[in-house]
């Protein structure tokens, strides 16, 4: 898996937003501090339109955000959100030029597509915080953190130890994301490669059954069987029905990973949360849990 060139002071990121439309003070909240570090900054034609409740039509999208990937000069892709959207758009985007010269795409949620597109390339991205996040507390750890990794340092995370671990250690590559992209890109060109991966997911705002169903599916594919380790972060604002669905977010996952023999951890600082820690899609992990320890560190 290629790495891009990390960053220096100078190198110009490009702020996109090929999903949902954004409020412009969160970029130009974003804009502002990425300068006052040191880099170079475009905010591209389209990245505060919008279209219903897209940042503007398919094909203003997709032109921002081709037009980035092919710019040899643009060394980051920060998405300003997610939202909805990216998957309107994946099948027309033409990565060769990406291939020959790659960047980071920095963004979570919905970005969860790119991240896949760029992995099935052989190109390393960054499962981050995004726009609003900046704009709310640009001093926040997990902000600095993404410009950590950006400069070639390797960061380390731990979690509180949880009930519903599985203890081992687990050495592999790292991919995933948000649950929901990846259920909705099952049966497509676009679907995950679990085989010999350590999987991470995370959610927002679902019904628990769907949960549920969603996990059926990446089990009865294979997916779950042929894993190295599964990180589980944060499932957000679940919903349950009138009758209960009867598990937790946590147990369900549980549920359907319990015949296997990985280590597991759960309670990751990974998700639609305040400390959504930023994760290198592609890069080598170990993930330890025991008793004592629950840790996910760059190798």
Same mark, same amino acid.
């Given at each position: 898996?290629?790495?891009?060139?990390?960053?220096?002071?100078?190198?110009?990121?490009?702020?996109?937003?090929?999903?949902?439309?954004?409020?412009?003070?969160?970029?130009?909240?974003?804009?502002?501090?990425?300068?006052?570090?040191?880099?170079?900054?475009?905010?591209?034609?389209?990245?505060?339109?919008?279209?219903?409740?897209?940042?503007?039509?398919?094909e203003e999208r997709l032109a921002d955000l081709?037009?980035?990937?092919?710019?040899?000069?643009?060394?980051?892709?920060?998405?300003?959100?997610?939202?909805?959207?990216?998957?309107?758009?994946?099948?027309?985007?033409?990565?060769?030029?990406?291939?020959?010269?790659?960047?980071?795409?920095?963004?979570?949620?919905?970005?969860?597509?790119?991240?896949?597109?760029?992995?099935?390339?052989?190109?390393?991205?960054?499962?981050?915080?995004?726009?609003?996040?900046?704009?709310?507390?640009?001093?926040?750890?997990?902000?600095?953190?993404?410009?950590?990794?950006? %400069?070639? &340092?390797?960061? #380390? =995370?731990?979690?509180?130890?949880?009930?519903?671990?599985?203890?081992?250690?687990? @050495?592999?590559? !790292?991919?995933?994301?948000?649950?929901?992209?990846?259920?909705?890109?099952?049966?497509?060109?676009?679907?995950?490669?679990?085989?010999?991966?350590?999987?991470?997911?995370?959610?927002?705002?679902?019904?628990?059954?769907?949960?549920?169903?969603?996990?059926?599916?990446?089990?009865?594919?294979?997916?779950?069987?042929?894993?190295?380790?599964?990180?589980?972060?944060?499932?957000?604002?679940?919903?349950?029905?009138?009758?209960?669905?009867?598990?937790?977010?946590?147990?369900?996952?549980?549920? %359907?990973? &319990?015949?296997? #023999? =990985?280590?597991?951890?759960?309670?990751?600082?990974?998700?639609?949360?305040?400390? @959504?820690?930023? !994760?290198?899609?592609?890069?080598?992990?170990?993930?330890?849990?025991?008793?004592?320890?629950?840790?996910?560190?760059?190798?």
């Amino acid at each position: 898996m290629k790495t891009p060139p990390y960053l220096s002071k100078g190198s110009r990121i490009t702020i996109v937003s090929p999903a949902g439309y954004i409020n412009p003070d969160f970029v130009m909240s974003a804009k502002k501090y990425l300068k006052s570090n040191g880099y170079e900054v475009e905010i591209s034609e389209h990245c505060l339109g919008r279209h219903n409740q897209m940042a503007g039509t398919d094909e203003e999208r997709l032109a921002d955000l081709q037009q980035a990937l092919d710019n040899p000069q643009i060394d980051a892709i920060l998405c300003s959100r997610g939202g909805y959207g990216v998957n309107h758009i994946l099948g027309n985007l033409n990565m060769s030029k990406f291939k020959k010269h790659p960047k980071w795409i920095l963004g979570f949620s919905d970005i969860t597509n790119l991240h896949i597109l760029a992995s099935q390339n052989g190109v390393k991205s960054l499962h981050c915080q995004m726009a609003k996040a900046i704009h709310n507390n640009h001093n926040a750890e997990c902000i600095s953190d993404i410009f950590k990794i950006l %400069h070639g &340092e390797k960061i #380390s =995370y731990t979690a509180k130890p949880n009930e519903l671990n599985r203890k081992g250690t687990a @050495n592999g590559t !790292l991919i995933g994301g948000n649950m929901s992209i990846i259920y909705s890109l099952q049966g497509t060109d676009f679907a995950i490669d679990c085989d010999d991966k350590i999987l991470f997911i995370e959610d927002l705002n679902e019904y628990l059954y769907h949960l549920d169903r969603m996990l059926l599916n990446l089990k009865m594919s294979g997916k779950l069987a042929k894993l190295r380790g599964l990180v589980v972060g944060t499932f957000s604002d679940m919903k349950d029905n009138a009758s209960p669905f009867g598990k937790t977010a946590y147990e369900i996952v549980k549920a %359907h990973t &319990e015949e296997y #023999s =990985y280590p597991v951890g759960f309670g990751f600082p990974i998700g639609h949360i305040d400390d @959504n820690r930023p !994760l290198v899609e592609g890069g080598t992990y170990k993930l330890e849990i025991s008793d004592t320890i629950c840790s996910l560190k760059m190798a």
